[in-house]
């Protein structure tokens, strides 16, 4: 029999009031690392940065916003679904007398300094790489030192929504700053550009447009072609539960450059040959994608298949959250990682585990999970009480040396 079907013994609490407790818990702890409190915590990490401050300290928040579908948007201008956090990132920077600029970052030890006379160095941190290439792009002058104080809730190995948020949160502080507001369009733009000039390559906007949107919605469907998108709402009660397994390791299969340069061929082959009037591949419709992939050499084809169809997912996924049909949602997750697994070559064996365990979970509430980001991390979606006691469980494999320690956060 399941365990959450079993009947309690006379006189003892029921087996499910512990798990419940525990979920409730686990829930109110998630919205602590909000608007307020990053931003708070972000002004007394600047504080503490030695020195008096002449200037006054500007600050901004932005939300993190997961790819519920949207990796495929790395590659061309499809469309994406994503999902949007109550965690973030805030910022707050001030002016500097100090010879080099500064960096702290709230709850951990010490103060990075760096200067963007110098070229970039190994020993510098990713944030601060990020930071440089924004003010770059917003031709801050390079001999004025600039002090800056992060507070995330975000883990920083889900590199598309922690630079998307940091970003945004550090343009709109500097536009306090500076007092030079700019307009949504502008400020998506100019984080484009640093992000891409910090990997070197195309960087899907979707994540920085949702991380841009100040509004409080439960899903937001982007047109990465237009920057337009459409809230995809859902009332409170009906939404389900949301929880992010870091596994710690990054699939290292993943080429990107060499991804980018098969969706450019492809691209050009399929105008050569019979789709003349195709800007991207995103322009192919469904009933031609079998013939489409004829023309393609077979080293492309798997590419070309996976991209198209995880664009046609986004539609599938927004048609089945507007039905309110959670397991059709997860079901849509599972087919997506196996093509991920399978197709893309993008996952780890730990995260494929992780994957499994869902499906073992679904007569307990949890519908399914996909890797997400291109990272090292996994969306799951169940019932909301089901999902932290999903988490407690992937939590628990840790004590399987085959395991490393799994970071969870409930969403």
């Not at 006691?389 to 799994?406: I, K, M, Q, T």
């Amino acid at each position: 029999m399941n365990s959450y079907m079993k009947r309690p013994a006379p006189g003892k609490t029921p087996h499910f009031v512990k798990p419940f407790l525990s979920a409730l818990s686990q829930i109110h702890a998630g919205d602590a690392a909000n608007r307020a409190d990053s931003i708070a915590h972000a002004e007394r990490a600047l504080d503490l940065l030695p020195g008096e401050k002449t200037e006054a300290v500007s600050s901004a928040f932005a939300r993190g916003s997961i790819g519920l579908q949207a990796d495929h948007t790395h590659y061309f201008d499809g469309f994406a679904l994503m999902l949007p956090m109550h965690r973030g990132i805030g910022v707050a920077v001030c002016r500097s007398t100090a010879t080099e600029s500064r960096l702290i970052v709230d709850g951990s030890e010490g103060v990075e300094s760096f200067s963007r006379i110098q070229t970039e160095t190994a020993s510098e941190s990713d944030t601060i790489r990020l930071f440089k290439h924004l003010l770059d792009v917003l031709r801050y002058p390079v001999q004025d030192q600039i002090d800056l104080a992060v507070a995330s809730g975000l883990p920083s190995r889900l590199y598309p929504v922690f630079a998307s948020s940091f970003l945004i949160s550090a343009h709109r502080a500097l536009e306090r700053l500076t007092n030079k507001p700019v307009s949504d369009l502008i400020r998506i733009e100019n984080c484009r550009l640093a992000v891409e000039a910090f990997f070197g390559r195309r960087f899907s906007p979707a994540y920085i447009r949702t991380s841009n949107i100040q509004e409080t919605h439960s899903f937001v469907l982007v047109d990465t072609q237009s920057l337009s998108f459409v809230p995809v709402d859902v009332p409170e009660g009906e939404r389900p539960g949301w929880g992010l397994i870091d596994t710690i390791d990054q699939p290292g299969s993943l080429d990107p450059d060499s991804r980018l340069a098969a969706v450019q061929a492809i691209t050009e082959r399929l105008k050569a040959r019979k789709f003349s009037d195709i800007d991207s591949i995103r322009d192919i419709e469904h009933r031609d994608i079998d013939e489409a992939e004829k023309i393609l050499p077979r080293k492309y084809r798997s590419t070309f298949r996976f991209l198209v169809t995880e664009n046609r997912r986004v539609q599938q996924l927004v048609n089945a959250i507007k039905r309110n049909d959670w397991q059709l949602c997860g079901t849509i997750l599972l087919i997506s990682h196996e093509a991920r697994k399978e197709e893309w070559k993008a996952t780890t064996k730990w995260q494929n585990d992780i994957v499994d365990l869902t499906e073992r979970f679904s007569l307990e509430g949890v519908y399914g999970a996909s890797q997400t980001g291109e990272s090292s991390c996994v969306l799951v979606s169940g019932q909301p009480f089901s999902i932290p006691g999903f988490l407690d469980e992937v939590r628990s494999l840790s004590a399987d040396e085959d395991y490393p320690n799994f970071q969870t956060i409930l969403l």
